[in-house]
């Protein structure tokens, strides 16, 4: 068995990416995430990128455990937002504000906006710092529309808002595996199991 540490407390985050683990290395890895090992360091995510913000968690944590770490950074770009929340995205509405705040904010933002106009994807970059200080990079998109009110029970960020066109449904009326399916992360994560070499971690 393997240990990869995954540097992030979001609950969200990590039944995802450990779900997909599970599926693609059953038996074979166990993920742990920031609180699970110990680490309560504020991590500084200063960069104007998912790649950059994405590095910075990996290498932090790791020069810290001496592990293998992967991290995800990911966010929404609404194209008529210029892109906007992008890396701000969990932070979009203010430091310590919650998803709804985040949700409120981007649907007064977006008041009045034709659907045609409210495009916008879910971007993931998964940065991996290995035993070997190899870094790998990962990256998926995935495009939607935002609605104009919440829709499904899934309360992850966005999920309620962001709509999937092609299976006519919100991200938060996915379940695991269809969201991991066809999502940006699960996007990443199929790429970085391509790159990732299990006997490396
Ligand atoms: P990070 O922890 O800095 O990468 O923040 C990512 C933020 O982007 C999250 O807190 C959510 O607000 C948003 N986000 C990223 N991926 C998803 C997703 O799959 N569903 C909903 N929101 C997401």
New binding site residues.
């Given amino acids: 068995m393997k240990t990869i540490v995954f540097a ?1 407390n ?1 609950h ?2 990590v039944t ?1 990416v450990a779900g997909f683990f599970e599926k693609h290395f059953p038996g074979k890895l166990i993920i742990k995430t920031l609180a699970q090992i110990g680490f309560s360091d504020e991590i500084i ?1 200063n960069t104007e990128t ?1 790649e950059g ?2 590095l910075q ?1 990996a290498k932090t944590v790791s020069k810290a455990c001496g592990l293998t770490v992967i ?6 770009e609404v194209d008529y937002l210029n892109g906007m ?1 992008g ?1 701000y ?4 509405a203010g430091e310590g504000c919650s ?1 709804q705040d ?1 949700i409120n904010k981007l649907l007064s933002e977006l008041e009045g906006v034709p659907m045609e106009k409210r495009t916008a994807r ?3 970059v998964i940065c991996a710092c290995l035993l070997n200080e190899e870094v790998i990079y990962a990256k998926g998109c ?1 495009e939607g529309v935002i609605l104009t009110s919440k829709r499904g029970t ?1 309360d ?4 309620p808002v ?1 709509y999937y066109p092609p299976l006519q449904k919100s ?2 009326e996915l379940d695991l595996d269809t ?1 991991n399916g066809i ?3 699960g996007i990443a994560l199929r790429q970085f199991v391509s790159l990732f070499d299990i006997s490396k971690a």
Avoid: I
């Fill in positions: 992030t979001n969200h985050k995802e995510e998912f913000n994405a968690k991290a995800d950074d990911s966010g929404l929340p890396v995205s969990a932070r979009y998803s985040n879910f971007v993931s995935c899934g992850f960020g966005y999920d962001f991200f938060a969201k999502s940006h992360r």
